[in-house]
């Protein structure tokens, strides 16, 4: 919009002001424009427009944070699901350990209680390492990730699971011996 036309405020229309001259009358309505409010209008125009940005540029940040909170929790279910692995195979291990140990074949049962004893100590360490980090996302409460915490969590499960895994193999040993 320029200062020589603006928007009639009765119709809508557009005047145009004669140069050097202060107000001019719609030649549709009647009404009369004053270059004060022609200004008054302008200022008007501009603070909307600011506004609609400022609006707009909120909305791309609100989206931006909604993106990343999206995938950081995609990264986390990926995490976890991978965290199954290790804390399973643990357990398998020392099972399958066990038996083998119980049926003579003490090659592959040493064999099979180390890799157990390597995943043991070795997957919490990795699993803490790899845990994603969401507080580095955009305006994220998050805090980052505990990862001694993780750690001792991860040599909890997998200290678990190989213990089912011995107890599993000794009482299936020890029924097997008795028939």
């Not at 540029?57 to 976890?80: G, I, L, P, T």
């Amino acid at each position: 919009m320029n200062l020589d036309t603006v928007k009639c405020p009765g119709c809508g229309a557009d005047i145009t002001f004669r140069k050097g001259s202060r107000t001019s009358k719609c030649e549709y309505c009647g009404s009369v424009a004053t270059l004060g409010n022609a200004l008054e209008a302008l200022e008007a125009d501009a603070e909307l427009d600011r506004r609609v940005a400022e609006i707009a540029e909120r909305e791309a940040e609100v989206k931006r944070h909604e993106n990343a909170s999206a995938d950081y929790r995609a990264a986390m279910e990926k995490w976890k699901k991978k965290g199954r692995i290790p804390v399973i195979l643990s357990g398998v291990l020392w099972f399958l350990g066990g038996m083998l140990l119980e049926f003579d074949l003490d090659g592959w049962g040493v064999l099979m209680i180390l890799a157990a004893f390597g995943i043991f100590f070795a997957a919490p360490v990795v699993l803490a390492a790899s845990e994603p980090d969401g507080s580095r996302l955009p305006g994220s409460p998050a805090p980052p990730p505990k990862k001694f915490a993780t750690a001792l969590k991860y040599y909890g499960l997998c200290l678990a699971t190989s213990a089912v895994g011995l107890i599993a193999a000794a009482i299936i040993s020890v029924t097997l011996i008795e028939k």
